[in-house]
Structures are given as structure tokens and as C-alpha cells.
């Protein structure tokens, strides 16, 4: 990465103004799953490591609809910060003016504090320069660790840059050194696998990574898409019509690259007590039944196609994994990928719905590397560029 990062600069006595992805899942006030907390802890240990004069902390929450909600604050995540960092946390309930500034200046020597959510303000997301220019008021450098949010261009992570000297973080540098070594120099053969429910999201995606990858595996419910554009019934099944033009085109391009289920799991409902069964593609489908998984034969395919590759990017679930019948599929894929990072090869699960996967397996530890961003790192794959990146400063 040719951006300066935390090395780079001098930030004694600073204060460190950091663009953080605290977006969290919270319920009844507790945060169910810390991955992105536990991955930002690294850059700020090191900013604190370097004597600042504080360091505050922004991040967005949700989608509150343009004001303040309290469903979507992000005071919850302060203990679990503290916590994680091993220092007091202070919290305020202003994102910027006079109470945000009073905030800031109160802080001991070394203090870290976090704003509430940018998200309050509809100014946020539209890259208000007014906005931008306040949250700038309250630090001396910019620091955006926030890859979950560098595809967009808003206030906190584009917008700020205008008002002060802006570095990537630690985390950031991370997420883009793997990213940009799989797509750019990948060690071969090199896999993509591609899940989740639409073609619609991962058109691009696709297209570029055909021209890039040896083979390219695609599951969950866009496959759908895939095999009724060949003619084959998919049932009541999710499917995406309008794009059946468009899947055939990338059929046609990917050729012998392109590798589909050949069997589902089919579920009479979508829940945990769903009755299940297993058809080959193209099979007739039941009405009211709908395909949720891939099935055994497909896991074993994709399997003997992964088996040889030295890279592996993936990004969208096999099936409804959030449904216990449905989460085998899923949960081979990411199994296979364990085995795969054990004798040696580069594993990369891209965020998202993947890497909620990865972490309810068990099995996070054993990838080389999972992305914070889901759909960052599918910009990335589909080699665009990132605006809260582009706006860092050079090395």
C-alpha cells in the first residue's frame, strides 16, 4: 500500500482524530458478536503506544433514518472497548459542537473518548463539508481504520480529509495488503467463491474476477439465477429474472472456470424445525419448497476444485446458514479453507454474511485473513478503487 499509515507521522501530543468500524450487532444492549472491536484494538494500542495527546474515536451504527435514535447508539460498546484496550473510555452523547469540543479538551493526558454515532446527521452519509469540517475541529490528525466504510465517500472518512493530515491505521493497511496481494500477485491456482442471495450485488464482481481467477465457484441463492439462465427449474426458489440475460453472458465467459452446484438442499420453510431434502439440479421441485443449501455432491465438487488452489477469496454463504438445516453447506466451504490455510495456502474470507459464517463455525482462527468489510473488500475484488482511501495521504 502506498499510503502513509500510524509509522508514518509523529503523534505525541497530538489529538488523534480515528475513523473506527464500530457497526456492531447489539441486542438489549449488549453487543453479540466483537470481531470488528477485537480487530481495531492492534491500531490503537499503537497510537497510544506513541503518547498522543488523546485519541477520539468516530463510528457509525446502523442506519437511523437522518436523527438521533437510541436504538442506534454506540454507547454500548464502550465497557466492551474499555475492556478489550486495557483504558477508561469516555463517551459523548455529541458527535460534534460545543458539547462534542468539551468533551475532547476534558480529557486526561493519553485520554480516549467515543462520539456518538456520525450517523445521527443527515449530512453524514451526503459528505457534508460543514459536517466534516466540525468532526476535523476536534483532532489534530486523521487516522481511517474504518475499511468496513472506505467504499464510501462521506464526512468521517472522505469528507475530514479536506480540514486535516489524514494516514491509514494499522488495520486498514492490513485489509488492503491482502486484498490487493490476492488479486494482484496471487499465488496459483486461485479460487473465488461467491455466495449470498443476489447476482445483482456481484455482477462486477464476477466479471472481473473471471478474467483474474482459475476457477470460480459460485453457491447460494444467486446460483439459482445461474441455473434457471441454463433452463433448469429452480421452483418458488429465489431467483433473479431480470438478470437471466446477464448470467448467461457470464456463463459464456467463465466457460470451464465457472463451477455450479449440482445438487440443493431443499426446506418446506425457511426455519431451524424446516423438513429437508436433498435433489439433484434440475430435478422437479415440490411446490412451496424451496432450495436453501447446496447438497452433498456440490460440497464434494467444490471441494476437489479448491483441493489444489494456493489463494482462495470468498465472499457470500453457501445457503440460509442461519437456519441450522441449511448451514452445512456453509460450514464445508468453511472447513475446507481451514484445511487449506493448514498446508499452506492463502485463505481470505471478504466480510459480511462469510465471516459471521466463519466466526459461528469456530473455525476464524484457522483463516489467514477475515475482512471487516464486506462490501469494501467486493470493491476491492472488483478492482475499484476506495474513496476513504484514495483521500489518504501518499508515502
Not at 494500542?45 to 442506534?72: E, T
Not at 475532547?104 to 445521527?120: A, K
Not at 460543514?130 to 465517500?153: P, T, Y
Not at 445483482?200 to 434457471?228: E, P, Q, R
Request: aromatic share 4%; proline share 6%.
Amino acid at each position: 500500500m502506498n499510503k502513509k499509515t500510524i509509522r508514518d507521522v509523529d503523534l505525541s501530543g497530538k489529538r488523534v482524530l480515528v475513523r473506527v468500524d464500530f457497526n456492531v450487532p447489539i441486542e438489549d444492549g449488549q453487543i453479540t458478536d466483537d470481531t470488528r472491536i477485537r480487530a481495531e484494538i492492534p491500531n490503537l494500542k499503537a497510537i497510544l503506544a506513541q503518547n498522543p495527546r488523546s485519541v477520539i474515536l468516530m463510528s457509525h451504527l446502523g442506519r437511523p433514518k437522518g436523527g438521533p435514535d437510541p436504538k442506534y447508539s454506540l454507547a454500548p460498546v464502550v465497557p466492551e472497548l474499555s475492556k478489550q484496550l486495557g483504558v477508561p473510555v469516555a463517551f459523548s452523547p455529541a458527535t460534534v459542537g460545543a458539547e462534542a469540543e468539551a468533551a475532547v479538551n476534558s480529557l486526561p493526558q493519553g485520554g480516549v473518548l467515543l462520539l456518538e454515532n456520525t450517523r445521527f446527521f443527515p449530512g453524514e452519509e451526503k459528505n457534508d463539508p460543514d459536517l466534516a469540517k466540525q468532526l476535523a475541529a476536534l483532532g489534530d490528525i486523521f487516522v481511517n481504520d474504518a475499511f468496513g466504510s472506505a467504499h464510501r465517500a462521506h464526512s468521517s472518512t472522505a469528507g475530514v480529509t479536506g480540514y486535516l493530515p489524514a494516514v491509514a491505521g494499522l488495520l486498514m493497511e492490513k485489509e488492503i495488503n491482502y486484498l490487493a496481494s490476492a488479486i494482484e500477485k496471487p499465488v496459483r491456482p486461485f479460487a473465488a467463491i461467491l455466495g449470498g442471495a443476489k447476482v445483482s450485488d456481484k455482477i462486477a464482481v464476477i466479471d472481473a474476477l473471471l478474467d483474474k481467477v482459475d476457477v470460480l465457484i459460485i453457491g447460494g441463492g444467486m446460483a439459482n439465477t445461474f441455473l434457471k439462465a441454463q433452463g433448469i427449474d429452480v421452483g418458488a426458489s429465489l431467483a433473479e429474472d431480470d438478470k437471466l440475460d446477464i448470467a448467461r453472458d457470464l456463463l459464456k465467459k467463465g466457460g470451464d472456470k465457472l463451477v455450479l452446484p449440482v445438487d440443493v438442499v431443499l426446506g418446506d420453510k425457511f426455519a431451524d424445525d424446516s423438513a429437508t431434502q436433498v435433489v439433484d439440479v434440475g430435478a422437479p421441485i415440490p411446490d412451496d419448497w424451496k432450495i436453501y443449501d447446496i447438497g452433498p455432491e456440490s460440497i464434494m465438487r467444490f471441494t476437489e476444485k479448491l483441493k489444489p488452489c494456493k489463494t482462495v477469496v470468498w465472499n457470500g454463504p453457501m445457503g440460509v446458514f442461519e437456519k441450522t438445516p441449511f448451514a452445512e453447506g456453509t460450514n464445508a466451504i468453511a472447513r475446507v479453507l481451514t484445511e487449506l490455510s493448514d498446508a499452506g495456502a492463502t485463505t481470505i474470507v471478504g466480510g459480511g454474511d462469510s465471516a459471521a459464517a466463519v466466526e459461528q463455525s469456530g473455525l476464524a482462527d484457522k483463516i489467514t485473513h477475515i475482512s471487516t468489510g464486506g462490501g469494501a473488500s467486493l470493491e476491492m475484488l472488483e478492482g475499484k478503487a476506495l474513496p476513504g482511501v484514495d483521500v489518504l495521504q501518499n508515502k
